[in-house]
């Protein structure tokens, strides 16, 4: 019976399917409107719909946008999202692994500010580590006779360098 419900071949899909696909395509209509301008280009939309994504950006009213995202809802109703999905969540992959390896690097940068032996295992870790440059960084960044703008650097040139290590182990 549900099945009869939710298709009829005469009448096409019941309204409670057209409801869930129109927000559907509003939500993802949303998912664009927050993308950059430039990763929204790359999605190569159609020119309407990128003009009213580019549009959307710039309302500030609550309502306004709110009309906005339905008539943007209304214009991908016409488009596949299929390939808009799949799109966004190669981003999002892309995003989160770059989160997590910008986290591995703060871990190890903090653990070598605060552990002495934090060194010898990434040393051990990375061979052919210049262990001397980071040592060297290392004191730059947690000396005492070093002022703070000093330190900073230091400590921002010693994430460059870990980050570096560990990007060209991939």
């Known amino acids: 019976m549900q099945e009869e419900d939710e298709f009829d071949e005469f ?8 409801k869930r696909e ?11 409107i927050a993308l950059k301008e430039a990763e929204l280009t790359a999605l190569q939309l159609p ?3 990128h003009d009213a994504i580019l549009l959307a950006k710039r309302i500030t009213s609550r309502g306004g946008l709110a009309r906005q995202r339905q008539f943007i809802g209304k214009l991908m109703r016409d488009i596949d999202p ?14 989160t692994i770059n989160a997590e390896k910008h986290k ?8 070598l500010l605060t552990d002495p032996k934090a060194l010898d295992e990434l040393v051990e870790l990375r061979p052919g580590t210049d262990r001397k440059a980071l040592l060297a960084l290392i004191n730059k960044a947690t000396g005492e006779r070093v002022d703070s703008g ?12 870990i980050r ?7």
């Open 11 to 18: 009448r096409g899909p019941s309204k409670s399917a057209r």
């Open 22 to 32: 129109a927000t559907a395509a509003q939500d993802l209509g949303t998912r664009l």
């Open 47 to 49: 020119e309407t719909l």
């Open 82 to 95: 299929a390939p808009i999905e799949a799109a966004l969540s190669a981003e999002s992959r892309t995003h």
């Open 104 to 111: 591995r690097t703060e871990a190890w940068r903090l653990r």
């Open 150 to 161: 000093s330190k900073a650097a230091a400590s921002r040139e010693l994430f460059r360098t």
């Open 164 to 170: 570096g290590l560990f990007e060209a182990a991939s």
